[in-house]
Every structure is written in structure tokens, then in C-alpha cells.
């Protein structure tokens, strides 16, 4: 009992401290990778981790000039990688599994300026195009989007050609109730994907802004928010149009996030002003039927007026206070966050000009990433900026990273090589040893040289929940939804079984049985093979059921989907997710739920539980 008792403990200290102090990144053997040489430097809005193999490592995927890219943790390309496009693919690969096959797929938008000419290129995880592709379609400027819009458990490709927006079946085949064209607008963002009024159906959020030949009309909204249900219908109350003067630029693609804790999801954007005297922009955030919320919009940071905005924002709970905050950097100077009030978060803003006086182009060009980088348990932003050297003609890259209250980190700015703005930074765990890892993209504007760069960070711990906004478009789907997990992540064999009766009225986590097991029968005839493990839920929640060894190191993770509340139950065969037996010994099971009506809350249940392999 009191053995019991001790490893618990140690379970919970481990996990919960502060498990190193801070480290400096440190380059990665292998790394940094020379893409290419291509004028100009065409790689934008950072790469896409997934695991492309199922072994159970994450793998980097990036597209530059006519190129995609799949490496390994080592840096070195998959067979069958990189892939080429007809014309120019600059833009972040999305990754799902679109034919439900079981295997990820990367997904590509291609484009080719002077013959306004657009190519959708998907391929499975071995490089092969599939079936029916490439698409192609007249001109498109953004990234694309994934989703399973109809529930049929294969996923839909969203983008914008042609001045329309396309929603396409996995076959490539045009969705019913699509394309949408909005006459006299252009589509200004990439899709951005969730259920914004809880009623069961995806919503897909677009930024539209007016044709040029039209921005002298001042009287007139220049730019417009829509959402469409899956089915091409209007929802009610949109679109949302801007103040007169001011619209929607490409790169602030909305973003979405429960933000007010209502059970609704919240639309953030920024935007542009371009007719006099609207030379800035504004912060925008709207509810699930295109209303301000109170506090908003917002123009200004302390005394200082926002300049346009060309990124997108981010969310996160960045002051662990229990609510989201919108984090986004504007085209000159300064990187904010905001309380769902719209009052700012202590500390914030960071104004460049303050932070470093030799700064002359003091843009933010792409979202930022959120996670704990340092391993303290708080959360810290991560933004990029280049610096021009008139002197030596080049560009000098900076990725600054800022902690809860906007003060720096004590190594930051990272400095890769040469331009470095217009890509998020992805952080993950690239090998599986918990330990995290920077990716970014960078290159020189001038010469067209492009490079990777992974910093690993000694000492500091990756756990997915500490992550909120890891990289760009939040997700390899590219659904920019804050609390989104993709459901086609390669997961370890379990089954599932929910029990019908009366709701329960807590969450619970049960003790597995039979305990001890082990993976397979004959180790001893009174041990059996397998075990299930039970669990409860009041309300409808993302459930993720994860598996931690002795020391706190996460093993394996045996669930992670949304599910109706209920009695739930699944099956464990005792296998990781190669189908190899763990090692004989004690484990800790861990349900963490996030009830669908308040993401910002996550309920953590415990139990321990006894391999014999």
C-alpha cells in the first residue's frame, strides 16, 4: 500500500514541476537542410508535422518553389520525397487521410501567376499522386484546407480558384452545394473550419475582400466574413462586413475559438485599411452569428494606433487565468494579446522599436505559435521578423520568443538563416523522446536560397496539452480551431463501447480488468490478454486517454476523439502502436477531457494499472 502510494506521487511530481531549468535551443545533427536555390525565396507560411510513416515519430513536411519535402527527424527525406508540382507550391502542405485507407496523405496548393493557372496536388505518404488528380482550376492565392465535412469518414479538400470557393470530395469531385462566388469580392484567406453554432454540421469561415477597381468606392464595405454551413448555405446573421475603408488581407485568415465560453465558436481576424485616413486596421472578434462582441473591434495598443494586419492570430490561454486569449502581430511594431474583453493581457503589448532600436522593418508576416518552450509550465509565443543589412545586402532572420507577460526568454531571438518572416514556427516532438523541438523555414529573398532549421531544447519536456497553437493553421488539417485535434491521427489498435443508461453526473476514470494483464495469452495461464478500461462523461467532450511509465514519460496514447457524454468503454490489447508488447511493468492511464462547452477547462482523472509481458 504505501509502495502504491510513493510511485503515485511520484507520478504526480514528476509530471507537474518544473523538470529542468531553461536551456539555449541547440541546433539539430542533421539540420539545417538546404532546400533549394529558387528566385525569388519562395517557401511562406511554415512547415506541417505529422506522421507520415505510423511509426510513431513525427516527420516535417514543407513545400518551396516547385518541391514538397518529407523529412525525418534526422533530416533526411522519405523514400519517394520530395514530390514536384508544375508550377509554384510556396504554401504550408495540409496532411490528413483523405481516402480513410489509413495512411496520412499531403495535400498541396499549386499556382502559377501569369497564366493564372491553380493545381491541387494530393499524395499518399509514399509520394504516389492519387487517383483523379491533379486538379486544375484558374487562380488561387491560399493554402488549402481539410476536413470531413459529411461524416463519411473521408475527408474534403476546401480552397478558393477563380475568385469562387470549392469544397471537393477525396474522388476530387465537386461537393454538392459548391462552388459559392460572392460577385464584386475576391477570396482573401484560407478556409477556416468548425462547428461555430453547435449544431452538429461544419462551418466554413472564409475572408473576402472587395476587387481592386472597386477600393475607391469609400462609402462602401470593402471587406466581408462569410460562413457557410457544409452544404453551401448562408448562416444566419453573416456575412460580417468591415468598417467602411478596412478589409480582410491575405494571410489574417480567421481563426476560431470558444473565446466568451458560451458553447459557440468565436471569429477572430485583422484586417487592412488602405483609403485615407484608414492607413491601419483593426482587431476583429465576432460570435457564431457576426456580432462584435463587447470591447471590439480594437485599434489601438496603449497610445500607439495598429498598423495593417497581414497575420493571422493565434489562441490560447496565454495567463492561465481559465479564459482565451487572441494573440497576432500587426505589419508594423507590435505583437498583442487580448482578454476576450478586449483589454490587454499585462505585460502586452511588444512594440519592436522598444525591444531593439537598430529594428527598421518591424513586421509580423504570420501567425504566431504558442507552447511551453521552456518547460515551467507557462505558456510563451513565438514570432518571426528579418531584419535588413543594407550594408551586406542580406536579410538577418529573428524568431523571438516571449513569455506570458511579453518579456523575452533569455536566448531569445533565435537567429536562422537569413529571411525569416512569413513562417509560423512549428514546435513538436519529432523523434517521440518528449523532448521538444523548433522547426522553422528560412531563406535569402535575394538569391532564392531556402533552408530547415530544427533547435531541439535539452531538458525541456513536450507534452501535447502544453501546446495549444503548435503550428500553422493550428493543425495539420489547416482548420486554424483553437482545441481541434485531427481524428485520423495513427493511433495503437483499441475497441470502443459506449453503454446506453442514465448520464452520469461526473467524469470518472475507472480501474481497467482484468489487472494485471499482459498482450497475449500463454505467459501464464491465469493472466489474461488485453484489458478495458471505463470512463465517464457528463457532457460531450475531447477525450484523450494517454498511457505514462513510472518516471512521467508518455508512453503511448490509446485514444483521442470527441465523444458524446455517456458511459464509455474500450479495449486494450497491451500492444504500442507497432503491435509490440511493452516492457513488463507498472504504468499510469490518464483521461483528460475537455468538455465541448468550455475549452479552456480540461478535467485529468489518473489510475494505475500492471503489465505482465
Known amino acids: 500500500m504505501h509502495s502504491t502510494r510513493l510511485i503515485g506521487l511520484l507520478f504526480s511530481a514528476v509530471f507537474s514541476c518544473t523538470l529542468h531549468a531553461q536551456t539555449s535551443p541547440q541546433i539539430k545533427t542533421g539540420f539545417p537542410v538546404f532546400l533549394e536555390t529558387i528566385r525569388p525565396f519562395k517557401s511562406l507560411e511554415g512547415p506541417t508535422l505529422a506522421d507520415l510513416d505510423g511509426d510513431g515519430q513525427l516527420d516535417i513536411i514543407v513545400a518551396s518553389g516547385r518541391k514538397v519535402y518529407a523529412f525525418n527527424y534526422l533530416g533526411e527525406t522519405f523514400p519517394g520525397w520530395p514530390q514536384n508540382t508544375s508550377f509554384s507550391a510556396m504554401l504550408s502542405p495540409a496532411v ?191 460570435d457564431y452569428l457576426g456580432n462584435s462582441l463587447p470591447g471590439w473591434p480594437i485599434f489601438t495598443v496603449l497610445d500607439d494606433s495598429l498598423s495593417s494586419f497581414e497575420a493571422a492570430p493565434a489562441v490560447a490561454d496565454l495567463d492561465r487565468d481559465g479564459e482565451l486569449e487572441i494573440i497576432i502581430g500587426d505589419d508594423f511594431d507590435h505583437v498583442a494579446a487580448w482578454n476576450p474583453d478586449g483589454t490587454l493581457v499585462n505585460g502586452w503589448p511588444v512594440i519592436y522599436g522598444r525591444l531593439d532600436k537598430s529594428l527598421v522593418f518591424r513586421s509580423t508576416s504570420d501567425e504566431p505559435t504558442v507552447g511551453d518552450i521552456d518547460g515551467d509550465g507557462e505558456l510563451e509565443v513565438l514570432v518571426t521578423n528579418s531584419q535588413a543589412d543594407l550594408v551586406d545586402d542580406v536579410w538577418r532572420g529573428r524568431i523571438y520568443a516571449f513569455k506570458q507577460d511579453a518579456t523575452q526568454l533569455s536566448w531569445s531571438p533565435l537567429r536562422p538563416r537569413q529571411f525569416a518572416s512569413s513562417n509560423a514556427v512549428a514546435m513538436g516532438d519529432l523523434e517521440g523522446d518528449g523532448t521538444l523541438e523548433l522547426i522553422a523555414v528560412s531563406g535569402d529573398i535575394f538569391d532564392g536560397e531556402t533552408w530547415l532549421t530544427v533547435w531541439e531544447i535539452p531538458g525541456v519536456p513536450y507534452v501535447a496539452e502544453r501546446f495549444p497553437w503548435p503550428m500553422f493553421g493550428h493543425d495539420r488539417w489547416h482548420t486554424s480551431q483553437y482545441g481541434f485535434k485531427p481524428p485520423d491521427e495513427p493511433a495503437v489498435h483499441v475497441t470502443e463501447r459506449r453503454e446506453a443508461s442514465i448520464l452520469p453526473s461526473a467524469f470518472v476514470l475507472h480501474q481497467n480488468f482484468p489487472n494485471p494483464f499482459s498482450h497475449q495469452t500463454g505467459i501464464d495461464s491465469r493472466t489474461p490478454a488485453g484489458t478495458s478500461i471505463r470512463y465517464e462523461l457528463p457532457e460531450a467532450a475531447d477525450v484523450r486517454l494517454r498511457l505514462f511509465d513510472v518516471l512521467g514519460k508518455e508512453v503511448l496514447l490509446l485514444l483521442a476523439a470527441r465523444k458524446p457524454a455517456g458511459k464509455h468503454e474500450i479495449y486494450w490489447e497491451g500492444a504500442d502502436r507497432l503491435g509490440k508488447a511493452l516492457p513488463h511493468g507498472i504504468y499510469f492511464y490518464r483521461l483528460e477531457a475537455t468538455p465541448a462547452s468550455n475549452f479552456a477547462r480540461t478535467v485529468v482523472r489518473t489510475q494505475k494499472l500492471l503489465v505482465l509481458n
Open 96 to 286: 490528413g487521410d483523405l481516402d480513410a485507407d489509413g495512411n496520412l496523405d499531403v495535400v498541396v496548393f499549386d499556382r502559377e501567376g501569369y497564366s493564372r493557372r491553380s493545381f491541387i496536388y494530393p499524395w499518399d505518404h509514399q509520394g504516389r499522386l492519387l487517383p483523379g488528380f491533379p486538379l486544375s482550376y484558374g487562380f488561387g492565392d491560399f493554402a488549402l484546407t481539410l476536413y470531413d465535412l459529411d461524416s463519411d469518414g473521408k475527408l474534403e479538400i476546401i480552397g478558393s480558384f477563380d475568385k469562387k470557393i470549392f469544397v471537393f470530395h477525396h474522388d476530387g469531385q465537386i461537393a454538392t452545394g459548391w462552388p459559392q462566388s460572392i460577385p464584386g469580392f475576391w477570396v482573401n484567406s484560407k478556409a477556416s473550419v468548425g462547428d461555430l453554432n453547435a449544431d452538429g454540421i461544419p462551418d466554413i469561415v472564409f475572408a473576402l475582400g472587395r476587387e481592386t477597381e472597386r477600393y475607391t468606392e469609400k462609402d462602401s464595405a470593402q471587406g466581408r466574413i462569410y460562413a457557410w454551413n457544409a452544404n453551401g448555405e448562408l448562416l444566419p446573421g453573416w456575412p460580417h462586413s468591415t468598417l467602411r475603408g478596412y478589409t480582410y488581407v491575405a494571410g489574417s485568415n480567421p481563426v476560431l475559438a470558444d473565446v466568451n465560453g458560451d458553447g459557440f465558436l468565436e471569429i477572430a481576424a485583422g484586417t487592412y485599411g488602405f483609403i485615407p485616413p484608414q492607413y491601419g486596421g483593426y482587431v476583429q472578434l465576432l
